[in-house]
């Protein structure tokens, strides 16, 4: 046996050129293992957190949207009572005055809607809007084709979306 392979023997190092220092140096040493495992929990930890925080905020606007939309028809419910008040009254009152009070509580349930954002459809004597209107009928008139000569129910919109129909006769011209 000679030198070499004796202080190998000796030593337990193979002959790899790699001596056991430089193999440790690698590895990484506990403290810094530890210091990954704990920024792995604090992150996993803030995750977990975002992740609750996500949910609390869609519960939160949920229950919110809820609330806004109970007042406003709350409020609006409160309009529509004041208009019930005022038929109440229009039945206890004599014939003579019932007409009156009927033009009334309309003029009132109507500016009531106003406010609200709900107006009535203009229809008669327009031409025919099948996203305004619904034809229920074709009948023969003076009238061009293709022109409302008469609304059987008007239509409304809210704000800017149309919530009814207008249902319309609409003209199949002279024939």
Same mark, same amino acid.
């Given at each position: 046996?000679?030198?070499?392979?004796?202080?190998?023997?000796?030593?337990?190092?193979?002959? $790899?050129?790699?001596?056991?220092?430089?193999? %440790?140096?690698?590895?990484?040493?506990?403290?810094?293992?530890?210091?990954?495992?704990?920024? /792995?929990?604090?992150?996993?930890?803030?995750? /977990?957190?975002?992740?609750? *925080?996500?949910?609390?905020?869609?519960?939160?606007?949920?229950?919110?949207?809820?609330?806004? $939309?109970?007042?406003?028809?709350?409020?609006?419910?409160?309009?529509?009572?004041? !208009?019930?008040?005022?038929?109440?009254?229009? !039945?206890?009152? *004599?014939?003579?005055? %019932?007409?009156?009070?009927?033009?009334?509580?309309?003029?009132? %349930?109507?500016?009531?809607?106003?406010?609200?954002?709900? $107006?009535?459809?203009?229809?008669?004597?327009?031409?025919?809007?099948?996203?305004?209107?619904?034809?229920?009928?074709?009948?023969?008139?003076?009238?061009?084709?293709?022109?409302? !000569?008469?609304?059987?129910?008007?239509?409304?919109?809210?704000?800017?979306?149309?919530?009814?129909?207008?249902?319309?006769? !609409?003209?199949?011209?002279?024939?």
């Amino acid at each position: 046996m000679n030198d070499a392979e004796r202080s190998e023997e000796q030593t337990g190092e193979e002959c $790899t050129g790699i001596s056991d220092t430089a193999y %440790l140096s690698n590895q990484p040493d506990s403290t810094e293992l530890d210091g990954q495992k704990r920024a /792995l929990a604090e992150l996993n930890d803030r995750f /977990l957190r975002l992740a609750a *925080d996500f949910e609390n905020f869609k519960k939160r606007t949920a229950r919110d949207r809820e609330m806004i $939309t109970n007042m406003a028809n709350e409020r609006f419910a409160i309009d529509i009572i004041e !208009v019930l008040d005022n038929f109440e009254r229009a !039945v206890k009152s *004599d014939d003579a005055h %019932l007409r009156e009070g009927i033009v009334q509580i309309r003029q009132l %349930l109507s500016s009531q809607l106003q406010r609200h954002g709900i $107006t009535p459809l203009d229809a008669l004597n327009k031409p025919f809007n099948p996203a305004e209107h619904e034809a229920i009928a074709h009948v023969p008139s003076e009238e061009k084709e293709g022109i409302v !000569v008469d609304e059987v129910a008007r239509g409304y919109r809210m704000h800017d979306k149309v919530i009814r129909y207008a249902k319309v006769a !609409v003209s199949k011209g002279n024939h």
